[in-house]
């Protein structure tokens, strides 16, 4: 079974789909990562993300990239949601994410197109969202054990604009595929998303 989780910046659809894949025993693949290491690796070769050229040419970044904790920083979010407007980039990666998630057994994917583009097929498909706030303050308080100084409100403006341009881009924007169930976590606990999560996955996982 393909389980698609889409949805913006920490909705908590990273933590909804890592945990999908340990209850039903799937593989998983974290897909802004990807994005992320391109991103990355535009920055490495002194290019210039909005540069759609720039932008392919990092798309060969080597696989041992994606173990650079780096790319867990908001910068490299940033960057990733820069490279991701090119429909260059989103056509160099799609391969290796469709293969990822047609593989025998299934496969769980997160990510902002996974139900739409990925894998429109997609039995089980999740939508996560969260109040810009929840959103924030979770992000605020990952930053804080971090032991990084920042301002609420300067992560509340960061996320919005990442949200603003991944809706808007053309190519594969941010929107919940017309199958895909809504699950609005800003009041809902780690625990009880992934409880939710779970029910709802063994509910399309029975109809189909
Ligand atoms: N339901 C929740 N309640 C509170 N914090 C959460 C919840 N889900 C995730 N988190 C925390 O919020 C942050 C972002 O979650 P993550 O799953 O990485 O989001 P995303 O993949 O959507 O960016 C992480 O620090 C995570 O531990
Ligand atoms: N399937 C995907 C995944 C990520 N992305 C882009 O990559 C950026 C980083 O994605 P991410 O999933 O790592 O970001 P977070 O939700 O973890 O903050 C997003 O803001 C998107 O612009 C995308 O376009 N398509």
């Given at each position: 079974m393909i389980i698609a989780v889409d949805g913006p910046?920490?909705?908590?659809?990273?933590?909804?789909?890592?945990?999908?894949?340990?209850?039903?025993?799937l593989p998983h693949l974290d897909t802004g990562l990807l994005?992320?290491?391109?991103?990355?690796?535009?920055?490495?070769?002194?290019?210039?993300?909005?540069?759609?050229?720039?932008?392919?040419?990092?798309?060969?970044?080597?696989?041992?990239?994606?173990?650079?904790?780096?790319?867990?920083?908001?910068?490299?979010?940033?960057l990733a949601s820069r490279v991701s407007l090119h429909p260059g980039v989103r056509q160099a990666l799609y391969e290796r994410q469709?293969?990822?998630?047609?593989?025998?057994?299934?496969?769980?994917?997160?990510?902002?197109d996974i139900g739409t583009v990925i894998a429109p097929e997609a039995p089980a498909k999740l939508f996560v969202v969260a109040s810009v706030s929840a959103r924030a303050e979770r992000r605020f308080k990952e930053m804080q054990a971090q032991g990084r100084a920042v301002a609420l409100a300067d992560i509340a403006a960061d996320l919005e604009a990442r949200d603003a341009r991944d809706r808007s881009r053309a190519e594969a924007p941010l929107v919940a595929a017309a199958d895909a169930v809504l699950l609005d976590t800003s009041d809902l606990n780690r625990d009880e998303a992934i409880a939710a999560a779970i029910a709802i996955v063994t509910k399309a996982a029975g109809s189909c």
């Open positions: 910046t920490a909705s908590g659809k990273g933590t909804i789909a890592k945990a999908l894949a340990a209850h039903f025993g994005y992320r290491a391109v991103g990355r690796q535009v920055a490495l070769n002194g290019g210039n993300p909005d540069d759609p050229a720039d932008a392919l040419v990092a798309c060969a970044f080597p696989d041992s990239l994606l173990d650079d904790p780096e790319l867990r920083s908001e910068a490299s979010g940033g469709r293969a990822f998630a047609t593989q025998p057994g299934g496969a769980v994917l997160d990510g902002r």
